[in-house]
């Protein structure tokens, strides 16, 4: 505001200087223009920047999600690998046909995660039944050639289980059934309770397939005496388990109970069996999920107590004894005595000594009738054996 005359001569005096000096306007323009052309470089070599950023950001994206969050196969769900394809691991197939045998699985872990049962009877896929192969080992199967015989043909209804001393590999070829079949073992003991945990060990892996109905325990000194359609149906077919159990009164029975396992279990429930077993799904699963009686087997049932003999001869006698045929399917000779059964070598492998256990005579229960096929598996056999009974699978056996 122009308070005098005075004050309006100077203001006007100023402005003419301004306008009349052609310089001042010049650098005012090119202040300008020096402004106006920083910004624009500026914002470009930004945007550059925000551009590279992002679409390192989305590469290194699709990166990850193609090799780096993918597990190798479905075989590895769970394990991270460097794969160029994802592979979803909750698919129906991953679940009912899980092949990670290979798994870092605690038994605690691995018995509760087997012990999992789904609460809908009606399956959302075409469940074709198996019966699961379990070996309980010292080493090699001398076996296996007459095993890999029995199972030619018939890979859709079985699946197999090896438990071998730790850090021994089966060495087999990658077309055998017996590939790729050794699942993660402890160290076992004979007479121990690590028999019995070896046992529920195969139990738990085998129920991880929810396709397995039938589980069959061997050892590597088994065989097969029918052929597999055989085996199969005899199996499958039954309403009934197939576990040894009843009450011996002798010092080898009653006499290894122990008092302090009142009250959970009295003398009267104790039972004796053999431990080559035979059972079915809904009997397997009580057996590995099982928290409340198997410690008093740990803690109170050692030698000359057994747990492999009355673990599961008792608990099923307790609870499911309706279920149990009360009697096993693998054949054994204890006529000579001792705390061993006879073993047979190859000079006494003959078609009338299998036929003789085959046809022995004898009947048992089977569906609530009685049949005179009583045994399917057989044992103990020497590794000599194995020629003849190769010789004699077809004709006598049937495979």
């Not at 699985?105 to 009877?121: G, Q, Y």
């Not at 010292?138 to 730790?166: A, K, N, Q």
């Not at 001792?338 to 036929?355: D, L």
């Not at 044992?379 to 000599?384: C, E, G, N, Q, V």
Request: hydrophobic share 35%; proline share 6%; aromatic share 14%.
């Amino acid at each position: 505001m122009v308070r005098n005359r005075g004050d309006k001569e100077e203001l006007d005096k100023l402005s003419g200087t301004c306008i009349r000096d052609p310089s001042v306007r010049i650098v005012r323009i090119v202040a300008c223009l020096v402004v106006f052309v920083t910004g624009v470089v500026v914002g470009l070599i930004s945007g550059s920047h925000v551009d590279r950023y992002f679409a390192s950001r989305a590469s290194s994206s699709s990166f990850y999600r193609g090799i780096a969050v993918s597990p190798s196969s479905s075989a590895d769900c769970g394990i991270v690998r460097l794969v160029s394809e994802r592979t979803d691991c909750l698919s129906i197939d991953n679940v009912v046909n899980p092949n990670a045998w290979d798994h870092s699985l605690s038994d605690e872990e691995l018995f509760w995660k087997a012990s999992m049962v789904p609460r809908m009877r009606v399956y959302p896929y075409q469940r074709v039944p198996k019966v699961s192969f379990m070996y309980l080992t010292r080493g090699p199967l001398p076996f296996l050639p007459l095993w890999e015989r029995f199972f030619r043909g018939h890979e859709r209804l079985f699946s197999i289980y090896v438990h071998t001393p730790p850090g021994y590999y089966l060495n087999v070829s990658s077309d055998s059934v017996f590939y790729g079949r050794q699942i993660p073992s402890q160290k076992v003991s004979w007479g121990s309770v690590s028999l019995t945990d070896a046992e529920r060990r195969l139990l738990a892996n085998a129920l991880l397939d929810f396709s397995n109905e039938r589980f069959v325990l061997l050892s590597e000194s088994c065989i097969p005496i029918y052929n597999f359609q055989t085996v199969y149906e005899y199996l499958t077919g039954s309403k009934h388990s197939f576990v040894e159990s009843y009450d011996d009164p002798t010092r080898y029975g009653r006499g290894r109970y122990s008092r302090r396992m009142l009250p959970e279990i009295r003398l009267h429930q104790w039972r004796k069996g053999s431990q080559w077993f035979e059972l079915n799904r809904a009997l397997a699963i009580p057996l590995i999920a099982d928290t409340k009686y198997y410690p008093l087997f740990r803690k109170y049932c050692k030698p000359s107590c057994y747990p492999d003999e009355h673990y599961f001869p008792t608990y099923l006698n307790m609870f499911h004894g309706r279920e149990n045929a009360n009697r096993t399917v693998t054949w054994v000779d204890w006529s000579l005595g001792g705390p061993h059964p006879a073993s047979f070598g190859r000079e006494n492998i003959t078609a009338s000594f299998i036929e003789s256990i085959r046809n022995n005579g004898t009947q048992c229960p089977y569906n609530f009738d009685t049949t005179y096929v009583c045994y399917l598996f057989a044992r103990k056999f020497a590794p000599s054996a194995l020629e003849p009974l190769l010789n004699l699978s077809l004709t006598v056996m049937g495979f």
